[in-house]
């Protein structure tokens, strides 16, 4: 069977925002979404795990639920530095 690697750091990273975004003071668009991940996931180390192509590995979830606070804190941090340099033009009006 195939298997593959992957940074499942990207998966709490995301799965974070997605919890706390509604919290978030931040423009809540796409390309800033993508900013905030971009910039939490270049703070925090990545935890590599090889799966068996197309499946979930057993112990992600646990994981996953171990580096939620640090993906938090990560994620925080983001929301500060893309709402004052947003990479778009701010809305007009
Ligand atoms: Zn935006």
Redesign the pocket.
């Known amino acids: 069977m195939a298997h593959a690697m992957r940074n499942y750091m990207e998966d709490v990273v995301e799965h974070t925002l997605k919890l706390i975004l509604p919290d978030l003071d931040v423009?809540?668009?796409e390309?800033?979404q993508m900013d905030m991940m971009a910039y939490a996931l270049n703070h925090l180390p990545p935890k590599y795990v090889v799966t068996p192509e197309g499946e979930l590995y057993s112990k992600l979830a646990e994981l996953v639920q171990q580096s939620e606070v640090d993906a938090e804190v990560a994620l925080i941090e983001a929301a500060k530095v893309v709402s004052k340099n947003?990479r778009?033009n701010r809305k007009k009006g």
Do not use: E, G, S
């Open positions: 423009c809540k668009c390309i800033c947003p778009h």
